[in-house]
């Protein structure tokens, strides 16, 4: 029965497959192949989640953008994206208007410390845009440097068993020497298995993030200097 599921599962190696080598390794190597595999499908999730999650961002931001340099009044986009929930820097830019128009309705004496009270806004919103892309992305980077490892501690435990169980048969053949080394090297595979997606994953969502934040930034800056400009024209007048 084990021999028709592992066939299923898995391609043959050496006769046995990778179930076969699971069921019959030591109960320490099977926990850690286990674990592994956890963390295998959680790192997997995790991709797919912010796969459609930076996505989003991305398209959010594009369309923004379009609206915002479109001509149309600040007035009739914060009228419109006030009412929605919005991300990226759609957020970014609600949340400046918010403050702004708050300020000026408080104190229209105080024009001075307008814009900073709409920069410190765009900091704490930007801040939060970074924190929830780029959660859950330490799992991965978790994955990726510690998955080796403790891949390579299952098959170093796995072939000190297998020696034992050597030293008690006192047969050296190969026949009896290779099942436990495999058993053990499964491991070590199954480690970098983890390893190797999480690391090239975390890579590339670092960087996606980091040029969203960019983004972000720019956006804040050219929002800053239009708000500076206002609160020129209306000490002026």
Do not use: C
């Given at each position: 029965?084990?021999?028709?599921?592992?066939?299923?599962?898995?391609?043959?190696?050496?006769?046995?497959?990778?179930?076969?080598?699971?069921?019959?390794?030591?109960?320490?190597?099977?926990?850690v192949?286990?674990?592994?595999?956890?963390?295998?499908?959680?790192?997997?999730?995790?991709v797919?989640?912010?796969?459609?999650?930076?996505?989003?961002?991305?398209?959010?931001?594009?369309?923004?953008?379009?609206?915002?340099?479109?001509?149309?009044?600040?007035?009739?986009?914060?009228?419109?994206?006030?009412?929605?929930?919005?991300?990226?820097?759609?957020?970014?830019?609600?949340?400046?208007?918010?403050?702004?128009?708050?300020?000026?309705?408080?104190?229209?004496?105080?024009?001075?410390?307008?814009q900073?009270?709409?920069?410190?806004?765009?900091?704490?919103?930007?801040?939060?845009?970074?924190?929830?892309?780029?959660?859950?992305?330490?799992?991965?980077?978790?994955?990726?440097?510690?998955a080796?490892?403790?891949?390579?501690?299952?098959?170093?435990?796995?072939?000190?068993?297998?020696?034992?169980a050597?030293?008690?048969?006192?047969?050296?053949?190969?026949?009896?020497?290779?099942?436990?080394?495999?058993?053990?090297?499964?491991?070590?595979?199954?480690?970098?298995?983890a390893?190797?997606?999480?690391?090239?994953?975390?890579?590339?969502?670092?960087?996606?993030?980091?040029?969203?934040?960019?983004?972000?930034e720019?956006f804040a800056?050219?929002?800053?200097?239009?708000?500076?400009?206002?609160?020129?024209?209306?000490?002026?007048?």
């Amino acid at each position: 029965m084990n021999e028709i599921v592992g066939g299923a599962l898995a391609s043959k190696a050496g006769g046995m497959s990778f179930l076969d080598l699971f069921l019959q390794a030591h109960i320490v190597v099977q926990a850690v192949m286990v674990g592994l595999l956890l963390a295998s499908v959680m790192s997997w999730a995790i991709v797919i989640e912010k796969s459609f999650a930076f996505r989003r961002a991305r398209r959010e931001a594009d369309s923004f953008e379009s609206l915002f340099w479109s001509g149309q009044s600040l007035e009739e986009l914060y009228s419109g994206l006030s009412r929605e929930e919005n991300i990226s820097m759609a957020a970014l830019f609600v949340a400046a208007m918010r403050e702004w128009k708050r300020s000026v309705e408080s104190s229209t004496r105080a024009l001075g410390g307008i814009q900073l009270r709409v920069e410190k806004v765009m900091d704490v919103t930007i801040s939060r845009e970074m924190e929830r892309l780029e959660r859950r992305l330490l799992f991965l980077a978790t994955v990726g440097s510690t998955a080796p490892f403790v891949g390579l501690f299952g098959t170093v435990w796995g072939i000190m068993n297998a020696f034992q169980a050597i030293a008690v048969s006192k047969n050296t053949s190969l026949a009896v020497v290779a099942p436990g080394i495999a058993e053990a090297l499964l491991a070590t595979a199954i480690g970098l298995v983890a390893a190797i997606p999480a690391v090239i994953f975390y890579n590339k969502y670092s960087a996606d993030a980091a040029r969203l934040g960019q983004r972000l930034e720019a956006f804040a800056d050219e929002f800053a200097a239009i708000v500076s400009r206002q609160i020129d024209s209306n000490s002026g007048s």
